[in-house]
DNA sequence: GTGGTCTAGACCACG
DNA sequence: GTGGTCTAGACCACT
């Protein structure tokens, strides 16, 4: 099974929390639903290009969430039990189309990608 | 002089990585405009409660990158000759709110910020 | 690894600075080529008896400027597209030997070392 | 009065080092003589652009070397009995031309300044 | 009192 | 075991 998944190696945020922050996202997203199974720890070690110890983490952290299920032998799989609450298809693209303005608007006014998280990571906080 | 930081220790990026981003886009903000005096770096530290070191690293940085210059025994401004293309405060006040209306959406789907950012680290890639 | 590096640590010269510079320069000789491993961080500090922060900030320099690639985990490497051209080693020969003849005719002058790279430093400024 | 110096601010090198190590140069050339008055604190400090202590500093540190006396209320003197074996015009002319030719060539080779100090440091240690 | 260098040592991400 | 970050604190160059 394959993933849409992407990582920086040069962001600064360590690969493991990229993978983890991009897995809870397609739970949320409706793309792994309960009882899906998962790509194995080698398999998606080779796609990503890192080192399988690193997918070990990130499969045993989202274990420990309650997200994921390891059966030995058998497979990884979205926990029945993940208390994860899925966003509407119908939402989930107004909230893309969203996005892709508010991409496009920084880019035109020559932001950086980080820049752009900082601030939303600011307005986040006082929104909070 | 006191500036608008916050730092998360525990997020997984660098304090130094997040200090360089929010200086860059408080220049890009045109809230830190060429000439500028900042902070001193220890008093800087103080404030964001990090050591002096790990400042000295982020004025050192952004000085390399000639956003910063640095003038011992005097104090660290804001390079005259900063490359950073401010935003127009119209502009600014536009993605602000597009920023926002963004994150009360996020949070009423049940996100989370970093799953946010990382949403939008997904689509700048696609839209590059 | 070995290699030879010499440092003064009262020259008045940051020792980082004076790293940097015989790392440069072993590249533009030749003595360190595209692909070569760096001795580790920690080695590199003990054999020249400085702290191995003081390392660490010379390798993220040069990484910086595009000379070394740092993995983590792995080692230094040299960059592959290290824009060092590499003098030729007839060339080599006769700047070494030209040096010689100068190094020894200052020195029968009765001059000191730093007082002949003063002299250079004016001539070449004035040949520029 | 107004003496051949140039500094270079970034170098590394503390100014006041650069300041001393050319003006034991400008001795050794016998271009400053035993008896010979030096300008004054400020009017040094003012052409070069530094701090008045910066110069201060400089002329007291030879003065301690034996190279200069200082007469409060007159001026800064070579002292006569400076200890500096004088470079013959005739020598000297044939030292400058020989480190002229060797900049030109390390330039041609697309070295920099501080590689060819830096390499001349080390034949001069191996040649010492 | 400003920035700059350096140390000794702890802890982390990654292979 | 590799490089990376951060701390606490000493000492230095310079205004």
Do not use: C
């Not at 274990?63 to 497979?75: C, E, K, S």
């Not at 029945?80 to 303005?101: C, F, N, Q, T, W």
């Amino acid at each position: 099974m394959s993933l849409p998944l992407q990582i920086q190696k040069d962001s600064g945020l360590p690969v493991y929390v990229q993978v983890e922050q991009q897995l809870r996202l397609l739970m949320h997203q409706g793309e792994l639903l309960p009882g899906d199974l998962l790509p194995t720890v080698r398999e998606l070690a080779v796609e990503l290009g890192v080192n399988s110890n690193t997918i070990s983490r990130v499969y045993r952290d989202l274990q420990a969430a309650g997200l994921l299920v390891l059966r030995r032998g058998v497979g990884t799989f979205v926990a029945e039990s993940a208390g994860v609450r899925p966003i509407r298809p119908k939402d989930l693209k107004g909230l893309v189309k969203k996005v892709d303005g508010l991409v496009e608007l920084a880019q035109s006014l020559g932001m950086t990608s980080p820049e752009l998280s900082q601030l939303i990571e600011t307005r986040w906080k006082s929104n909070a």
